[in-house]
């Protein structure tokens, strides 16, 4: 039994495709275009440090990962967020 813990899928925004257009999906022996990300926490080692694993997967996987995990699918949302923008945004709204 896998100790992985907060499952989720969401789909990839329009610009993240476009970017990875030519990325197959991460599931062995698939090559079905990315459409959505899947994530999960999971203890590494003796010391269980949490990790956090990212998958980029075709809609039928990203499907399967959901009903599976008992999951919603989320909408999209970027896959790096840059922590100096939220800074500076921060610091705008703030003024």
Known sequence: MSDARGHAVHE?????????H???CSHPQCEGH?????????????????????????VDHAARFANYH??????????????MDESVQQINLDQ
């Open 12 to 20: 990839l925004t329009d610009k993240d495709r476009e970017a990875r």
């Open 22 to 24: 030519w990325q197959e």
């Open 34 to 58: 990315i459409t959505h990300a899947v994530t999960y926490e999971y203890a590494t080692g003796h010391a269980s440090r949490t990790a956090v694993a990212r998958r980029l997967v075709c």
């Open 70 to 83: 008992e999951v919603p699918i989320e909408p999209p949302r970027p896959i790096h967020r840059s922590t």
